[in-house]
C-alpha cells in the first residue's frame, strides 16, 4: 500500500510528463499490436476469400489479376474465355470438378460491380458451413428457358445505394463509374437483398448471366463468352490433385489463351509475400517508437531524481529500506508503461476499427477488432516487463541517496 | 537496563583534503525509557551527527549503541533502517514533511515501515496534535506551527521508544516554539517514549531537568574547541 501511494503521489505531481510519457508509449504499443493484427487478420481474411471455389480459368493474363477481379470485385477484367473454351471445359473435364460458375463483368451502378453470374453460385458455401442467404426478398429468376432483368444485391450496395426490394436500377458500362456517364437502357429491378458475408460479395450486384452478356451497348459478338469459370473443384483428394495439375498443364502450358490459377489461396498468399517488406518496415517503426517510448520513461523518471533526492532521504529517515525505494522507482516505471499500455489498447482499437470500416467499405473484407490475439497479450507484458528494466538506471540512483546529507533542504 | 546505552562512539569524517576528521567521540551516554533529554551545544559539535548516528541513518565507525537491546552499530544497513523504523521517530527542525502528501499521508507514511499503515492510528494522532480537521491538507496549506504538529504526529505514530528532535523548534516563533515543545514533551509522556532533544535555544532548554552540554560528551568536540 505504501508503495502504491508513494507512486501514485509520484505520478499525479509529474501529471504532465507522465502522461506525455504513456501517450508516446501508447501509440508504440498500439502500433505494434496493430500491425501485428491487421497483418494477420488481413491475410486471414484475404485467404478465406475464395468464396468457396478452389480454383478459376479465365483469360491469359495475370494470375493475380484473375483472382482479384474474380474473387475480390477488384481490378480490370483481363479479358474473356470464348464461349467455345468455357463449354469445352465443362463437357471435357467434368471429371474434375463439382462446380463451375461462369461470371461475366463489365457493368457498374455507382461504381459497385454487376456481376453476371448462374444460381449455382449461391449454392456453395463461400466459407465453411456459410452460403450467401437472402436477408430479404428472392433470387433473380433464371432457368433454361428463361432468364429476367433482376437482381439481387449485396448488403453493402442496398445501405449504401438505398436500394430496397422492387427498386430498380440501370446500369453503366464499365467497371468504373464516371459522373456525367450515361446509363445502359436495360432497367433492372432488385429482388432479393443478401445478408452481410463479411466478404467483397456485399459489395456486388448480381444479375442473370445472360443479362450482362446481353446487355444493351454489349457487342453481340461476344454474347456467349464470360470474364472467368469459377471452378470447386472434386472433393475426392486424388482427383483434386491430378485434376489441378492436369488442368495445370492444360491450360497454362498447353493453350496461349488462357490462365488456370491452380490454387487461389497460393495466389494469394504470393500478393501478401510480395507486401512483406511494407509490413516488416511497419513493425520496424513500432519497434522503434515502442524502445523511444520506453527511453522516454527513463528520461521522464530520471530527470526527476534530483528533485526527489530530498523525498528519498526523508523516507529512508522514516525506516524505509534502499531496496524499497529501488522497488518505488522501478515499479514507477513499470506503472507508465502500464498507463501507456491502456492508451495502447485505445490506440489499437482505433487503429483496427479504421482498418476494419475501410477494408469492409472498399474490399468488402472483414476484420475482427475484438478477437483477442495471442500479440495483445505479449507486447503489454512485454512493454510493462521493459519498463520496469528501464526504470533500474534511475532506481540506482534514488538507490544511492545519501539520507543525512539530503535530509535538509537544498537552496 | 536503559533504553540506549552509547559505549565509546566515534565518528569521522574525510576532510576536503582527505585526512580523516573524528566529529564524534562520545566515551559514554545512556538514556532510560521515558527519559526526557535536552542536549545543547555550539555549532559543529556534532549533535546532528550525534542524533544521526543514533538513528542508524549515519553507521558509526566505532563503538557500541545499543537502542532497546539492539545493537545499532553493529548491524547492518537493512537492520539499522528496520531498528529505525521500530524503535525511532525523527522529528527534525525543517519538519522534512513530504510535500506531495497530505497530512494524513505523512503520518501513515510514519507507520508503514514497520507493521501496518492503520488510517484510525494515523486519524487518532493528528487529532490529539490538534489537526483532526486538517488532515487532507498539504503541508504547504498549513502554517509552519501546523507544520511542525504534523511532524510531531508523523514521528509519534508507530508508537516507538525513543524520539529524536533536532532543533524542533528552531523554525517557530516563540510562541508557537512553546507550544510545539510542550506538546513533543505531552505526546512523548503519553506514549511512554523517550525524547532526546537537541536545541541551542535556552527557553527550551530550561524547560528540561536533563540538560547536558554534547560539548561535554563529545571528546571530538573538545578537541576542537581547545
Redesign the interface.
Known sequence: ??IW??IR??L??HALSTGITAVSIGLGCGLLMSVWVVNFQTQRAFKNVTGGFDSILGPRGSQLQLVLNSLFHMDSSPGLVKAFDYRLFREKYKRFYNRAVPIAVGDNLKGYRIVGTTLELFEVEHSPGQKYELADGEKFIQNETQWNKEAVIGHTVAAQLGLGINDTFQPYHGLNFTEGQMPHKDIYSVTGILKPSGTPADRVIWIPIEGLQQMDGHDPRFAGDVSAVLIQMSDNTTARAFGMNSLDSIYNKGTDHLTFVKSNEDVVARLFDQFAWAESVLRWVAYLVAVVAAAGVLASIYNTMNERR??FA???????????IFSVIVLESATIAALGVLIGFAVYAIILLAAEGTLRNEIGVSLHPMEPHKVMLIVPVVMVAFGALVGIIPAAKAYGTD??KN???QS | MPLLKIQQLIKRYTAPGGEAQTVLDVPEFTLDAGQQVALHGSSGTGK??FL?CI?G??RADQGDIELAGQNMALAS??QR??L???H?G?I?Q?F?L?Q??TCL?NV???M???GQ?NIQAAAAILKRVGLSDRMDYRPSELSVGQQQRVAVA?ALANRPQLVLADEPTGNLDSQNAREALQLIREVCEENQAALLLVSHDQAVLDQFEDSLDLAELNQAAREVAK
Request: no cysteine; net charge positive.
Open positions: 500500500m505504501t501511494m508513494i503521489n509520484s499525479r505531481h530530498r523525498e526523508i523516507l529512508r529517515a522514516l525506516g524505509a529500506r534502499r531496496s524499497t539520507v543525512s535530509l535538509t533542504p | 546532528t551527527t544521526n538513528a541513518i549515519l544497513e537493512g533502517d528496520q529505525r523504523a521500530q525511532i525523527y527534525f525543517t522534512n513530504l506531495g502528501y499521508e501513515l507514511l510514519g508503514s515501515f514497520y499503515a508523523r
